[in-house]
């Protein structure tokens, strides 16, 4: 895929991917990061554990 993306920093100092200082194609550099992003973002579901498994309340 690549060796070392290059990135690049725009005015509200966000870091993104540069296409244009890269030698490679960085299609996948970007999927990366977008998957992470939105693994980060998600919530996690909120399950109790007596929903979860088959315990007996006394």
Not at 25 to 45: C, N, S
């Amino acid at each position: 895929m690549v060796d070392v993306p290059a990135v690049a920093q725009d005015a509200s100092e966000n870091v993104k991917p540069d296409k244009v200082t890269s030698g490679d194609k960085i299609d996948g550099v970007v999927a990366q990061v977008m998957a992470l992003d939105q693994a980060q973002r998600r919530e996690p579901e909120q399950r109790s554990a007596y929903e979860e498994s088959n315990l007996d309340v006394v």
